[in-house]
C-alpha cells in the first residue's frame, strides 16, 4: 500500500477549507481534459500557466509560460495560506469537482513521478465514504482536511457512488526538500535509489553569457509531445532579458532559464527537462535535450539509461552558430 499512496503529516481545517470553497461558486467550472470521463469532472485553478482560472492545461505539454496564482486565489485567504506553506514550487492546483454518479474512468499520467520531478498531492475538501477511490488496485477513503500523495503514474479511477458532491484541491508540485522531508525515511530512501528529479532553481547569467549560446537548431521528427513537431523543425536560440528564446519560425516554442552555465530548464516543465549546450571556440558546437525519467510512449528516439534513473537524451543538431 504504501508504494501507491501516502498520508503526510500536515492537516487542515475542514471548515475553514469549504468556507474558501463557498467563495469559488461565483466563478464557472471547465470540463477537464481527458477521455475517461462525460465532461462532468470539472475545475477551477488556483494556480496555472499564466494565472489561467479556466485553463484545463497541467504543463504536461509546455507553452513557455510560468505557472502563477490565479484571481481565485484573491478570494480564498485560507486556500492561498496552504498554498504558501508548502515550501515548493506549485504548478497546477485545480479545485475539482465530480457530482454523484459521476465517474473518472481507469487511467495513468506517466509524468507525476520522483524521476520525472514531478508530484500530485490531494487534500480533500468535500468527499463521503461511498466515494470508490481506487489508485493501482488499492481503494482508499481519504477525510477532508488530510493531505496525500498518490502514485498516480499508476492507474487509477474514482467512481462517485455517494449522493454528494466530491471537491478535492489537487496539486501538482515540484520536488524540494521540504517535499522530501514529508514523506516517511525509508520511503524516502526507496526513491532516492531509484533516482529523484529535485526542483533546480534559476541562476544568473550576463547577456554577454547569453549571447554566446545563440544558435540555430534542429530539432528531429516525433521525439516530443508538442503540436507543430510531428515532422520536425528549425528553431533559433537567442538571449532575451535574463533566459533563452526557442524560436520557431512563425512563434516561440521554449523559454530557457539558466540553471548551470550552460544547462537551461524548459520554463513549464519540471526540472526534470533541459538543454544543454556545448561550447568550441567560444560558439555553441552542440545541443541536446534532456529528459529524465519519462516513458518511451511520451520520448519516441531510444537512448542508454542512467544506471539510477531513466534519461532520453535527443540531439538537437546545431545548424548554424
Not at 470540463?31 to 492545461?57: I, K
Request: aromatic share 10%.
Amino acid at each position: 500500500m504504501r508504494d501507491t499512496a501516502i498520508r503526510l503529516p500536515l492537516t487542515y481545517d475542514p471548515e475553514r477549507l469549504q468556507l474558501d470553497l463557498q467563495a469559488t461558486r461565483p466563478f464557472a467550472r471547465v470540463p477537464q481534459f481527458g477521455v475517461y470521463h462525460n465532461g462532468d469532472w470539472t475545475g477551477v485553478s488556483l494556480c496555472a500557466e499564466g494565472g489561467d482560472a479556466y485553463t484545463t492545461r497541467t504543463g504536461i505539454v509546455p507553452t513557455g509560460q510560468a505557472f502563477i496564482y490565479t484571481d481565485v486565489i484573491r478570494h480564498t485567504p485560507y486556500f492561498k495560506e496552504i498554498l504558501d506553506g508548502l515550501r515548493c514550487p506549485k504548478r497546477a492546483v485545480r479545485l475539482l469537482h465530480l457530482p454523484p454518479g459521476g465517474r473518472i474512468e481507469r487511467h495513468s499520467d506517466p509524468p507525476l513521478s520522483f524521476q520525472h520531478g514531478i508530484l500530485r498531492l490531494h487534500i480533500p475538501i468535500v468527499t463521503h465514504p461511498d466515494v470508490v477511490f481506487v489508485v493501482g488496485d488499492q481503494r482508499y477513503v481519504w477525510s477532508a482536511g488530510e493531505l496525500w500523495w498518490g502514485n498516480f503514474a499508476l492507474p487509477h479511477y474514482v467512481y462517485n457512488e455517494s449522493p454528494i458532491e466530491r471537491v478535492h484541491m489537487v496539486l501538482d508540485v515540484e520536488i524540494t526538500d521540504f517535499v522530501l522531508s514529508l514523506f516517511p525515511e525509508d520511503f524516502r530512501q526507496a526513491q532516492w535509489s531509484a533516482g529523484i528529479s529535485m526542483h533546480r532553481e534559476p541562476i544568473a547569467l550576463g547577456a554577454a553569457e547569453l549571447a554566446t549560446l545563440s544558435c540555430e537548431v534542429q530539432i528531429p521528427a516525433g521525439v516530443l509531445p508538442v503540436p507543430g513537431l510531428e515532422q520536425g523543425a528549425f528553431a533559433s536560440v537567442r538571449g532575451q532579458g535574463e533566459e533563452l528564446v526557442m524560436m520557431l519560425p512563425d512563434r516561440p516554442l521554449f523559454r530557457l532559464q539558466p540553471v548551470a552555465q550552460t544547462e537551461f530548464r524548459v520554463v513549464g516543465w519540471s526540472s526534470g527537462v533541459t538543454i544543454h549546450f556545448e561550447l568550441a571556440s567560444g560558439k555553441v558546437s552542440a545541443a541536446e535535450l534532456i529528459v529524465r525519467g519519462l516513458p518511451k510512449t511520451f520520448l519516441k528516439e531510444e537512448s542508454p539509461d542512467n544506471p539510477k534513473i531513466a534519461v532520453r537524451k535527443i540531439p538537437l543538431r546545431v545548424t548554424t552558430a
